[in-house]
């Protein structure tokens, strides 16, 4: 009886944990609970943006005052840092020199000429006796000779008078262009020579430019935009300066480059602004802001549901049964808090935006208020299609 007993008991024992390990299994595979994300809507809008470009203020004309006569400077016609108009005196160089030069080749000039006017009658002589068979033929040829060597003197004294001229004019330095001039590198007195140290410079002022490096795929883009240089003004091109303000005048592209630079794929753009107030100085370094429109609606979404892995960019997109999918997405450019989605997404496509750090592909989540009802009505929709189909 007592075995009998110890029997029973054993086997209820075996049966009852049993039954223990098989609610444990059962409690093992009970799928987790939904994890609880925001989710919203990939939509199409508008995608208008800025690029932008480091940039540095350049003069669109630009040029040095060299001296091209040695001496003495004799005078300075401006205050430095002032606005000049072309043609207006800059610099005197002592002329004494160049003038006594001139002097004297005039001078010669007219010895030359009386030289020739004596040689003209000579030969004019000779020339009617050998017609009368009254002279010898080597006379003639001899007055004729020295006649055309008269003229050569006379042409090569003109050369002298037209060189020293030059060298006279250049005592008298003018201002090629309109602009402001900078400080003076030398001063009353000072020997200059051609080849020494520029005098001063001059930039013009008004437009200005500002010279950028753009990427070679950038080229078609700025050439359409130079296409466009005549056509309304609006804010395609900002300046931005130094303090982070930005320039109240948009800019038009000016000059693009004729070749690209080899060794960074690059090619130089100059930007051309008015400046009819002198706030910019070439030298100045900004960035030049370039509005990039495509005119069509792109896809767009909050940055936020971008992750990054190894270089590249994924978003988690609820699916059937709310469980979610990571997709790999190619971005464009980035507007705000938005980011435009170039491939990899379709309009309308719910995705995660907060708590993607909880969930991993395949997961199974909940559209947590604001947007779970829209969630909830996709998964109702979703639900319904299967069932149709």
Do not use: H, W
Not at 23 to 37: E, L
């Amino acid at each position: 009886m007592k075995t009998y007993i110890n029997a029973f008991l054993l086997t209820a024992a075996a049966l009852f944990a049993i039954a223990c390990g098989d609610k444990k299994n059962d409690q093992q595979q009970q799928a987790p609970p939904p994890t609880p994300v925001t989710a919203v809507k990939a939509e199409k809008g508008s995608a208008t943006y800025y690029d932008q470009f480091p940039a540095t203020v350049t003069a669109l004309r630009e040029v040095e005052i060299q001296p091209q006569v040695s001496g003495n400077i004799t005078g300075i016609f401006f205050q430095d840092g002032q606005r000049v108009s072309k043609g207006q005196k800059l610099y005197t160089i002592d002329p004494q020199q160049y003038r006594a030069g001139y002097d004297q080749a005039v001078a010669n000039l007219n010895v030359q000429k009386a030289n020739l006017n004596r040689a003209q009658k000579d030969a004019n002589r000779y020339n009617v006796l050998a017609e009368q068979d009254a002279v010898a033929k080597q006379l003639v040829d001899n007055a004729n000779a020295t006649l055309e060597a008269a003229k050569m003197q006379v042409e090569a004294s003109q050369a002298t008078i037209e060189q020293v001229a030059t060298n006279l004019k250049y005592t008298t330095i003018y201002a090629p262009l309109d602009g402001t001039i900078g400080i003076s590198q030398v001063r009353l007195g000072a020997a200059v020579a051609p080849g020494s140290t520029p005098l001063n410079t001059i930039s013009s002022d008004n437009p200005i430019a500002a010279d950028l490096q753009v990427d070679e795929t950038e080229i078609p883009r700025f050439l359409k935009l130079q296409s466009q240089k005549n056509s309304v003004q609006d804010s395609t091109l900002i300046l931005v300066q130094p303090d982070g303000s930005q320039y109240k005048y948009p800019g038009s592209v000016r000059i693009i480059d004729r070749a690209v630079d080899p060794q960074t794929g690059t090619i130089r753009v100059r930007i051309a602004f008015p400046n009819p107030d002198k706030l910019l100085k070439p030298g100045i370094n900004g960035n030049v802001r370039v509005k990039n429109n495509t005119g069509q609606p792109q896809l767009l979404i909050p940055y936020q549901a971008v992750t990054e892995q190894m270089s590249e960019y994924f978003v988690f997109v609820v699916g059937d049964s709310s469980k979610v999918v990571q997709k790999k997405v190619t971005l464009g450019a980035r507007i705000n808090d938005k980011v435009i989605v170039k491939n990899g997404l379709k309009e309308g496509e719910m995705i995660v935006t907060e708590g993607t750090q909880k969930i991993r592909d395949g997961a199974k989540v909940r559209i947590s208020q604001p947007n779970q009802q829209v969630g909830s009505q996709r998964d109702s929709s979703s639900q319904k299609t299967a069932s149709t189909k």
